[in-house]
């Protein structure tokens, strides 16, 4: 077997690099997506403004090498296919040229080169030009992003591409990019939460993870850094909390208690934020005591379980959680949580109270 590696890898990864840094120096977040599962984007863009995360967005496509500069301008070579994909993304889609020779980059917007030339997804020419004084780098990183933010993606027609691309569940990118895209643009409507909501049995694998992340916000909690790209307005925000509460039952309970990490329900980890979700559910205590004395339930869904039911219970009735782990340590001796278990029973007993989840 070979160990050469292609001299156009390494220009792609200059490539990688040199978008990673200008957006570095801008302060905000750049996120390679994997060759497996590049299918269209190679990497997005999150927004930062104030020292805060904006939920703002935009996928990246990224072209390296001096072969893509043509008589002073630079073109992006493409296809029908990634012409009509690029046109129905529902958030912004830019692309970027990188010149390793000059060691520079210029950049374009796809998706208003696309609307302002309808015709050309049909018919052709699949490319995209690009002039040089279209500079991408860390001088022109601001002009790049107040451009980008300025486009808006919260029209009727924007909301359905979201809810196309959230749909197809069997395509990790694309439903990622359907959710992302909901939060971002349309987290002010109804429907939004009512599609996130009852999607959520359908969704799988990393974009469940980002699925639950999201769902957060309507119940909040300390380790969101709140401000204008992620607030919902109260009038939604209560009709989401309450169909969440209505619609979730043990079936959801379990999904989310399955995302639980080795970081526990540690400040800021998954666990913490499924907690939020979990102490939402309208018969939380029920589902969670449930779970927890089922013997057909895995070792470590009923110790997440009792875990999550004295937390939550101890509020109303200390006594019922001395009670409950009494029970789950009688039933399940060789548990392996049956030293956390014990050790929480007596600080109920001495102190009655356990402490906050994440402190």
């Known amino acids: 077997m070979s160990t050469k590696r292609k001299k156009t890898a390494g220009t792609a990864s200059e490539g990688f690099h040199y978008v990673g840094g200008v957006v570095a120096s801008g302060n905000c977040i750049f996120q390679k997506i994997d060759a497996e599962n590049d299918q269209g984007h190679d990497a997005f863009i999150e ?3 104030n020292e805060e995360a904006t939920s703002l967005f935009c996928w990246v496509q990224i072209k390296s090498g001096s072969s ?6 630079y073109v992006i070579p493409a296809d029908e296919d990634h012409f009509r994909y690029w046109g129905s993304s529902p958030a912004p889609v830019v692309g970027i040229v990188y010149d390793p020779e000059i060691q520079a980059g210029v950049w374009i917007n796809i998706s208003e080169f696309l609307r ?14 690009i002039p040089a004084v279209n ?20 029209s009727d027609g924007r909301f359905g591409q ?32 009512f599609y996130l909501i009852h999607g959520f049995p359908s969704v799988e694998g990393p974009a469940l993870l980002r699925l639950s992340h999201l769902l957060s916000h309507l119940p909040g909690h300390p380790y969101i850094f709140w401000h204008d790209g992620n607030i919902i307005n109260s009038e939604v925000e209560k009709y989401g909390k309450e169909l969440l509460a209505r619609r979730f039952g043990r079936d959801e309970v379990l999904r989310l208690i399955g995302l639980v990490d080795e970081n526990g329900y540690a400040a800021g980890s998954i666990g913490y934020t499924i907690s939020t979700l979990v102490f939402l559910v309208r018969d939380a205590r029920d589902i969670l005591e449930g779970i927890a004395f089922d013997s057909s339930v895995s070792e470590d869904h009923r110790g997440q379980a009792m875990f999550l039911l004295v937390h939550y219970a101890q509020f109303r009735s200390v006594e019922f959680c001395i009670s409950a782990l009494t029970r789950f340590l009688a039933e399940y001796p060789e548990s392996d949580d049956s030293e956390l278990f014990g050790s929480m029973r007596e600080t109920l007993r001495k102190e009655g109270f356990l402490g906050y989840l994440g402190t």
């Open 68 to 73: 893509y500069r043509r008589s002073g301008e």
């Open 116 to 129: 302002d030339n309808p015709h050309v997804a049909e018919n052709g020419p699949y490319r995209i030009t």
């Open 47 to 49: 927004f930062v403004s």
């Open 162 to 193: 979201s809810l196309e691309f959230f749909s197809d569940v069997a395509n990790q990118q694309r439903c990622v990019i359907g959710m992302s895209s909901l939060f971002a643009y349309h987290r002010n409507r109804r429907a939004t939460w």
């Open 135 to 154: 500079e991408f780098s860390a001088r022109t990183f601001s002009t790049f992003k107040e451009h980008v933010l300025s486009s808006n993606y919260s």
